[in-house]
């Protein structure tokens, strides 16, 4: 198992975690309409919320680009460096996004883009 799929699995259970910061840090959690509470949040959770629906957006590509990276013959070093850098930067982003600082979760954003574009062709 490679670093790049460790950092698959670990996108894909990033997402909860703002899910908990936008359920569990204030408020009464209402269990029976979940997406309606979500609704209703307001300020950091609100935006966790939106770092959550978001982080759900940036798997597949991620992935994709990690399984396309290892079937192409990608440099596994390259490969490996390339998701671990997306997973460092998903990380600032959501701290970025639950923050409020939009021009540099767009920055960050960016560069996670980046690394999966550079995930697609590294066995070019």
Known sequence: MTNAYWCVLIAAMMPYIFTFIAKFTGGRYNNFSPREFLEKQEGFRKRANWAQMNSF??????AAAVIIAHL????????DTLAMAFIGLR???????IGNFATMRTLIWTAAL?????????GV
């Open 72 to 79: 192409t013959g990608g440099e596994q070093g390259w490969i």
């Open 57 to 62: 957006e940036a798997f597949p590509p991620f």
């Open 114 to 122: 980046g690394c999966n574009i550079a995930l697609f062709v590294a």
């Open 91 to 97: 990380v600032v982003y959501g701290a970025l996004y």
